[in-house]
Nanobody, 115 residues
Framework: QVQVVESGGGLVQPGGSLRLSCAAS????????VGWYRQGPGKQRELVAQITSDGSTKYADSVKGRFSITRDNAKNTVYLQMNSLKSEDTAVYYC?????????WGQGTQVTVSS
C-alpha cells in the first residue's frame, strides 16, 4: 500500500510563500493523478489542486493564480508552491490521489497564515 508523507508547512505572514512536499513510498504513485487537499478549522476537506501523471493541472478558484502544483516522478514527489498567502489559506494540507479509491491518508502538514 502506498504511503504518503507531507511536509513543508509552517507559520507565515500574509503575502508570504511556502512550498509543500508530498513524498510517496511506492513507484506506482507516479501513475496516479494526485491532489493537494486542505481542511481548515471547522471546515470540510477540500481539493485545491490536481495534477495528472503527465503534468496537466487544475486548481480551485480560491487558489488559482497563487498556487502551483508540480511533480517529480523520478522522486515520487508532488509539490505545492503557495504564494500570496492569505489568512483563509490556514489549514492542514494533505496529498492523495485526486479521486476514490484513495491511498492511506498521511498526517498532513499545518499551514498557518497570520501576522
Amino acid at each position: 500500500q502506498v504511503q504518503v508523507v507531507e511536509s513543508g508547512g509552517g507559520l507565515v505572514q500574509p503575502g508570504g510563500s511556502l512550498r509543500l512536499s508530498c513524498a510517496a513510498s511506492g513507484s506506482i504513485f507516479r501513475l496516479y493523478a494526485v491532489g493537494w487537499y486542505r481542511q481548515g478549522p471547522g471546515k470540510q476537506r477540500e481539493l485545491v489542486a490536481q495534477i495528472t501523471s503527465d503534468g496537466s493541472t487544475k486548481y480551485a478558484d480560491s487558489v488559482k493564480g497563487r498556487f502551483s502544483i508540480t511533480r517529480d516522478n523520478a522522486k515520487n514527489t508532488v509539490y505545492l508552491q503557495m504564494n500570496s498567502l492569505k489568512s483563509e489559506d490556514t489549514a492542514v494540507y494533505y496529498c492523495n490521489k485526486d479521486r476514490f479509491p484513495y491511498v492511506n491518508w498521511g498526517q498532513g502538514t499545518q499551514v498557518t497564515v497570520s501576522s
